[in-house]
């Protein structure tokens, strides 16, 4: 099978239309558009070891979910994304991203993270690629908070406050703008979850009576659980390696 087989695999689920203007999803770099895929490594952000993982692996396509580069000319490549891409070149190892086009996908990570906290009467706002659904009892969010920890390896959990909820809405990554822009369409919404929650934010969310949870980025490493299973239901017997990127933050007590 061709690399971009695999690419097109992709993209006919989560079309590169669907990504904002601002987004650089798709190839960042194509060995040849005849080069046969020997194996698949999926992550949410690129690195150097992710690269040379790949490399010892004998991989020659990697896959993640946040591009190196944005659409934006005030924004110069810093020296280390100027290094992988130079070490990719070296390799002959192609890479691509997947970003808002999943993101704002119908049946993307927001869809997934809702069905697998078992959320009923799921709905996907549109314009906006954020996921409402409801719980079948009102509970506190300390409660939702463990819930969401176990059930996908989340570290670090901030919430505004500790009031029943019932409503959900979930942003996986830095969703708290969208939702801000969109409060006519949440209205009845007990809780939203997202990630990269800044200071003044919370004080929007405070003044709004809003009830926030920032989950951090670490939610969106279903990204991979989404790409390796769909690329599994289409190719058979493909190496598939991934590495889940957890938050390097560290949390002194």
């Known amino acids: 099978m061709k690399i971009i087989e695999i690419d097109k695999i992709i993209t006919n689920t989560y079309p590169l239309k669907q990504q904002e203007e601002w987004d650089e999803s798709g190839f960042r770099y194509l060995t040849s558009k005849s080069a046969d895929v020997n194996g698949v490594f999926v992550c949410l952000d690129l690195t150097k070891e992710i690269i040379e993982l790949a490399h010892k692996a004998e991989i020659n396509f990697i896959i993640s979910h946040h591009p190196i580069f944005?659409?934006?000319?005030?924004?110069?490549?810093?020296?280390y994304e100027l290094e992988m891409l130079k070490l990719l070149k070296e390799y002959q190892i192609s890479f691509a991203s997947y970003h808002t086009n999943v993101d704002n996908s119908l049946d993307g990570i927001n869809m997934y993270v809702a069905k697998q906290l078992s959320?009923?009467?799921?709905?996907?706002?549109?314009?906006?690629?954020?996921?409402?659904?409801?719980?079948?009892?009102?509970?506190?969010?300390?409660?939702?908070?463990?819930?969401?920890?176990?059930?996908?390896?989340?570290?670090?959990?901030?919430?505004?406050?500790?009031?029943?909820v019932r409503n959900i809405a979930i942003c996986a990554g830095a969703g708290f703008d969208i939702f801000k822009e969109n409060l006519a369409k949440f209205k009845g919404i007990d809780l939203f979850v997202t990630g990269d929650v800044k200071w003044h934010d919370w004080q929007f969310a405070k003044l709004h009576d809003?009830?926030?949870?920032?989950?951090?980025?670490?939610?969106?490493?279903?990204?991979?659980?989404?790409?390796?299973?769909?690329?599994?239901?289409?190719?058979?017997?493909?190496?598939?390696?991934?590495?889940?990127?957890?938050?390097d933050i560290k949390i002194v007590i």
């Open 210 to 247: 809003m009830n926030v949870m920032d989950v951090g980025h670490d939610l969106e490493n279903t990204f991979i659980e989404i790409i390796t299973k769909l690329i599994n239901e289409n190719v058979k017997l493909l190496k598939i390696q991934n590495l889940v990127n957890k938050q």
């Open 70 to 79: 944005l659409k934006n000319k005030d924004i110069k490549p810093t020296k």
């Open 119 to 164: 959320l009923h009467q799921i709905k996907n706002i549109p314009g906006t690629g954020i996921v409402t659904g409801r719980i079948n009892f009102a509970y506190r969010p300390k409660v939702f908070a463990s819930t969401m920890k176990n059930t996908f390896d989340l570290e670090r959990i901030i919430y505004t406050s500790d009031d029943q």
